[in-house]
């Protein structure tokens, strides 16, 4: 089930034997931890019914002992189960033995009295394990990252539910500054939403002011300005962030990633990828992609080549001390964007 479906079900119907979270998206991860507890505090639960358990530390044994434990003045035991990393493919050393079978056997018949809760938070699990495949068995809660749509609806849901506006602007640059991850999304929401109090609006320059910018993301400014011929504020840029001390070494690294990944977007585009099949075949963030197929429908393949050809270059002559590393950054920004205007 989803993390709605599970939140919901979790507050009001009656609780499952045993869950599974799934997914690496930290933010819906901690709202169902918080509504299992919710609904502890909310059936009168002593503390004493609540234990959690680390697997890094801890042996399923000491799991199952639990499990098979009735609670203490109350109709259930929350238990939680954090670390499952037998789960997964991972090795790792110094960790107690696991009772792996005891698991399959105790999730044959769970008792009714105890409300497992295995929280395997981790990118991929082992689906070819007897284990994995008993516990897929139970309810599991899915948390992973939210595709772009699903992003904007749960964001807009939220500020309109605080009675806040946002400008379409605004707003796609918010997403772009917290790279499409919720949880970076919601850490930096609620001083846009003070500031803009009730009734108001999340203009384009509160994000601007309030919403940190990585590096990354000023090269991918950089980036846009070179590419639409804009000496004077690519210039700029790069000052500022020469300014604040930033290598220029460092800065060619990242640009060269940047027009490597317009390459790629290209090249994949002429051979009739579409957005999904890039991102995947090139493990970055559909929107990553989505932004660079926009830029490269406006330039000629050769551009892009030539442009990543000289970086590389570039790079080479500074690090073997055959250039200065600043006047070689500023020559490139000079002649791509008089290249471009023409």
Same mark, same amino acid.
């Given at each position: 089930m989803n993390t709605q479906e599970?939140?919901?079900? !979790? $507050?009001t119907a009656p609780l499952k034997s045993v869950?599974?979270?799934? #997914?690496?998206?930290?933010?819906?991860? +901690?709202? *169902? $931890?918080?509504?299992?507890?919710? $609904?502890?505090?909310?059936d009168d639960l002593e503390e004493?019914?609540?234990m959690s358990f680390d697997m890094e530390e801890n042996g399923l044994g000491a799991v199952i002992d639990?499990?098979?434990?009735?609670?203490?003045? #109350?109709?259930? $035991?929350? *238990?939680?189960?954090? /670390?499952p990393y037998f789960l997964t493919g991972e090795k790792k050393s110094n960790v107690p033995d696991q009772d792996v079978d005891g698991l399959v056997d105790y999730l044959k018949q769970p008792l009714d009295t105890s409300i497992l809760v295995f929280w395997a938070n981790y990118p991929k699990l082992d689906a070819r394990k007897k284990i994995t495949k008993a516990l897929k068995k139970t309810a599991v809660i899915e948390a992973a990252p939210l595709q772009e749509r699903d992003l904007r609806n749960f964001l807009q849901r939220y500020i309109s539910n605080? /009675?806040?506006? *946002?400008?379409?602007?605004?707003?796609?640059?918010?997403?772009?500054?917290?790279?499409f991850d919720l949880s970076t999304a919601?850490?930096?929401i609620e001083k846009l939403l003070l500031l803009a109090g009730e009734g108001g609006t999340i203009t384009l320059q509160l994000v601007q002011d309030l919403v940190p910018k990585t590096l990354e993301h000023n090269i991918f400014e950089l980036t846009e300005q070179i590419l639409k011929g804009d000496t004077e504020k690519a210039y700029q840029t790069y000052e500022e962030l020469h300014l604040q001390g930033e290598e220029t070494i460092k800065l060619t690294a990242i640009l060269i990633g940047q027009i490597r990944l317009l390459l790629q977007?290209? &090249? &994949? +585009?002429?051979?009739?990828? +579409?957005?999904?099949n890039i991102a995947e075949t090139l493990g970055v963030h559909p929107y990553r992609v989505k932004l660079a197929m926009q830029q490269v429908a406006k330039f000629p393949l050769n551009l892009l080549v030539s442009m990543y050809d000289e970086l590389v270059e570039n790079d080479y002559e500074v690090k073997t001390g055959q250039?200065?590393?600043?006047? /070689?950054?500023?020559?490139? !920004?000079?002649k791509t964007t008089e290249k471009i205007k023409k």
């Open positions: 599970a939140l919901q079900q !979790i $507050r869950y599974l979270v799934t #997914g690496t998206e930290d933010y819906l991860v +901690q709202e *169902i $931890r918080q509504a299992f507890l919710d $609904r502890m505090k909310k004493l019914n609540f639990e499990a098979e434990t009735l609670p203490f003045f #109350g109709d259930y $035991r929350l *238990i939680f189960v954090e /670390n605080e /009675n806040v506006k *946002i400008s379409k602007e605004a707003f796609d640059l918010f997403l772009r500054l917290t790279d919601m850490n930096e977007t290209k &090249l &994949l +585009q002429k051979n009739g990828y +579409q957005q999904a250039a200065d590393k600043e006047m /070689n950054f500023q020559l490139f !920004i000079l």
